[in-house]
């Protein structure tokens, strides 16, 4: 089964930069013997360059050339230009992207609307030509970010594409929202026209934010820096370290919260390309963790964010990972899921972990959290062999819970403060096909949702009332 990444604009490219260099560096300490395996042909097609750029595809034998299977889009040719003329500059060809020089000036309108219309023939041409060589394509994946311009509005405009080009393929979304402190002026209005594209078009949304990734990075800092776990901590070990990868350039501002992004985006895909006593596709996260269509946001977070020296690890340690992952510390967006109320939750566990320690781990976590009535047993569990580089075992926890929510809400309320004022409108309205009601429309689609939270709020730690049975005659 073969997944599609797409990056666009300059948060996606450099989340799945970081995701390729680690996915390389993931198999190559698996696969010693330089075979091209079916794990690798998850992500990467294996193409005699001898003859000539495109040259056939090799399923079997020894590694000649391997090519991500991915797009990269970008309004902006920075850092695609970066990745071409970095370390990973061989695994993509010039049919794999698509870039502009102008930008998207942090308007999702230039982005949807504009460039949509301008690129739409070619990104479907090159859609299809990177499909062509899957033999089992089973999902899409959307790296972006939602406060500037081409992420949020040329990245929504992709999902639609996919849905009407190839709508029985899954379409999972990561997606960054800015911070309350962003720099970009209009992230809001950016983030809630983009809201309204993944509400309707996404199958699975991961939502994650810039002050959780913030948070999580310096937390880690501080561990290391005051000496409180010595020397036991692997250096290149940790979630948000470069280190042992490709990259040799220094490290920039955002690559160690970009790497944690890139890890999540691992973690999830593990069970695809890996074998492992549970193996959990990714069309069965959307399956059991979304029963209703709209309440698709999926809260991750990622456990242990470093490994300490011994290696033999105690099951109390063990049970510890279990606990984070329930923490507000490891979530990846600023949420408490313990006390709001849970749809469904998903652990996908890597490494040397068997099933009973899944199971005892459920059991004794259960009674903390608030399940809905009608899902008790809502647990979803994936086990893959194989761990991350660096760590004898991990932990990536997805929950369908309430407590998005309040991420929802102020966003709302951030759109809300600049909308009243009509503060910057005119940037939008001036581009074509944009009109004021695709605001209001926006806001009313992030609201409905919101309400959609609300309501199953209400029923948070009321009586469990079984549904009732049908009769049957005897």
Not at 234 to 254: D, I, M, R, W
Not at 257 to 278: C, K, P, Y
Not at 377 to 385: A, D, P, Q, R
Request: proline residues 4%; charged residues 20%; negative net charge.
């Amino acid at each position: 089964a073969v997944s599609l990444p797409f990056a666009v604009g300059q948060c996606g490219n450099q989340v799945g930069c970081r995701f390729w260099d680690l996915a390389l560096r993931e198999h190559a300490a698996v696969n010693k013997k330089g075979i091209y395996d079916e794990a690798l042909s998850s992500f990467f097609r294996n193409v005699d360059t001898r003859s000539g750029d495109n040259g056939p595809d090799i399923y079997k034998g020894k590694i000649c050339s391997l090519k991500a299977r991915a797009l990269l889009i970008d309004m902006e040719e920075g850092v695609v230009n970066e990745i071409l003329q970095g370390p990973l500059r061989d695994v993509f060809d010039s049919k794999q992207l698509i870039t502009d020089v102008s930008g998207s000036g942090n308007n999702w309108a230039v982005g949807h609307k504009i460039y949509g219309c301008q690129y739409r023939e070619n990104i479907v041409e090159k859609l299809r030509k990177t499909a062509e060589h899957c033999d089992c394509l089973q999902c899409f994946f959307i790296i972006h970010s939602m406060g500037g311009g081409t992420g949020s509005g040329l990245g929504t405009f992709v999902l639609n594409l996919l849905e009407e080009e190839f709508p029985e393929v899954y379409r999972f979304v990561t997606s960054v929202y800015p911070s309350g402190e962003d720099d970009v002026i209009t992230s809001p209005y950016n983030s809630v026209l983009a809201m309204k594209e993944l509400n309707e078009h996404a199958d699975c949304v991961l939502p994650i934010e810039n002050e959780s990734l913030f948070e999580i990075v310096n937390k880690i800092h501080q561990m290391i820096n005051s000496g409180k776990l010595g020397s036991t901590v692997k250096q290149n070990s940790l979630v948000t370290s470069s280190a042992g990868s490709a990259k040799t350039l220094p490290e920039k501002p955002f690559d160690a919260m970009n790497n944690i992004v890139a890890n999540l985006l691992l973690n999830l895909t593990s069970s695809a390309r890996f074998e492992g006593s549970l193996n959990m596709d990714l069309n069965e996260i959307s399956m059991n963790l979304v029963p209703f269509p709209r309440l698709h946001y999926l809260v991750s977070s990622l456990t242990p964010l470093y490994t300490l020296a011994d290696v033999n690890v105690p099951s109390r340690r063990l049970d510890q990972m279990f606990s984070d992952a329930f923490s507000r510390d490891h979530q990846l967006i600023q949420a408490d899921p313990k006390h709001s109320l849970y749809l469904a939750c998903a652990l996908l566990v890597r490494g040397n972990v068997q099933v009973s320690d899944l199971r005892r781990n459920i059991e004794r976590l259960k009674p903390s959290l608030h399940f809905v009535s009608w899902n008790q047993e809502g647990w979803k569990t994936g086990l893959c062999s194989v761990p991350p580089v660096g760590h004898s075992h991990s932990l990536l926890a997805l929950a369908n819970n309430t407590c998005v929510k309040p991420t929802f809400i102020e966003l709302k309320d951030r759109f809300m403060k600049l909308y009243k004022k009509k503060a910057h409108l005119h940037h939008y309205l001036q581009i074509d096909g944009m009109e004021q009601s695709c605001f209001s429309e926006a806001i009313s689609s992030l609201s409905d949702l919101i309400e959609e939270y609300n309501e199953l709020d209400a029923t948070k730690g009321g009586p469990r009332i079984d549904p009732s049975r049908l009769k049957i005659a005897v």
